[in-house]
């Protein structure tokens, strides 16, 4: 079974500073994608980058990036030049790209940016 | 903007009533919604897998005549919480994937809910 870990479950960081939070995952699968969302205290999740296994080329949005080891199944997400608003409970997810719809969910990080 | 909203995103209800929570795709068809719950500070757990046109699929341990789930049309999933109780409080969270590939891969998550049982 599919299983998705974040071993931080607390992270703080100070206002434009960089930090990365944790993620790894067990799978059998080859081809995946795999996510981070955010969640702020208004708990709408919204998505923060999506990184397709396939491709080698680690994904970028603006100040959120992540460093994909596919080998090592693990899957961080580097935030720079932190703002209060990136305060929030940070899940990665994992789903298998095929049959597609089963999202598996880590335990959460949550950040604390600190002015 | 939001892609899939969810309705009410509170609502407090005596013990032994029922409470239905309405979870809609706005910009696209959604033939599979998601319905997870969480309690605070914790992750998502998925309870059910709901299929347009057809019965929802539940997770083990998920008891699907105290959950119901109706996906009655493209753009919409119900959650209907029967008869309940105090435990069932937490914060209902429904998801959609668009299908049609223009966002591949990507999870909408509704506002939630936050159901307060007395």
């Known amino acids: 079974a599919q299983t998705v870990t974040q071993s931080q479950p607390e992270m703080s960081v100070q206002e434009a500073e960089t930090v990365t939070l944790s993620c790894t995952y067990d799978?059998?699968?080859?081809?995946?994608?795999l996510f981070w969302y955010k969640q702020p205290p208004s708990r709408q999740m919204i998505l923060v980058i999506r990184?397709?296994?396939?491709?080698?080329q680690n994904a970028t949005e603006n100040r959120f990036s992540v460093n994909f080891q596919k080998a090592a199944k693990s899957f961080s997400l580097k935030i720079s030049d932190s703002q209060l608003g990136d305060a929030a409970m940070y899940f990665c997810?994992?789903?298998?790209?095929?049959?597609?719809?089963?999202?598996?969910f880590g335990t959460g990080t949550s950040l604390t940016v600190i002015p | 903007g939001a892609v899939v909203s969810q309705h009410p995103s509170w609502v407090i209800c005596k013990s032994g009533t029922s409470v239905k929570i309405e979870c809609r795709s706005l910009?696209?068809?959604?033939?599979?919604m998601f319905w997870y719950r969480q309690f605070p500070k914790q992750s998502l757990m998925l309870m059910a897998t709901?299929?347009?046109?057809?019965?929802?699929?539940?997770e083990q341990g998920v008891e699907k005549d105290k959950f119901l789930i109706n996906h009655a049309s493209l753009t919409l999933s119900t959650l209907t919480v029967t008869s309940a109780h105090p435990e069932d409080s937490s914060f209902y969270i429904c998801s959609a994937r668009d299908p049609s590939g223009r966002r591949t891969g990507e999870l909408f998550f509704g506002e939630g809910s936050r159901l307060t049982v007395l």
């Open positions: 709901s299929n347009e046109g057809s019965k929802a699929t539940y």
């Open positions: 990184q397709e296994a396939y491709k080698q």
């Open positions: 910009d696209f068809q959604a033939t599979t």
């Open positions: 997810a994992y789903r298998k790209s095929n049959t597609g719809n089963q999202f598996y």
């Open positions: 799978t059998s699968e080859s081809d995946y994608y």
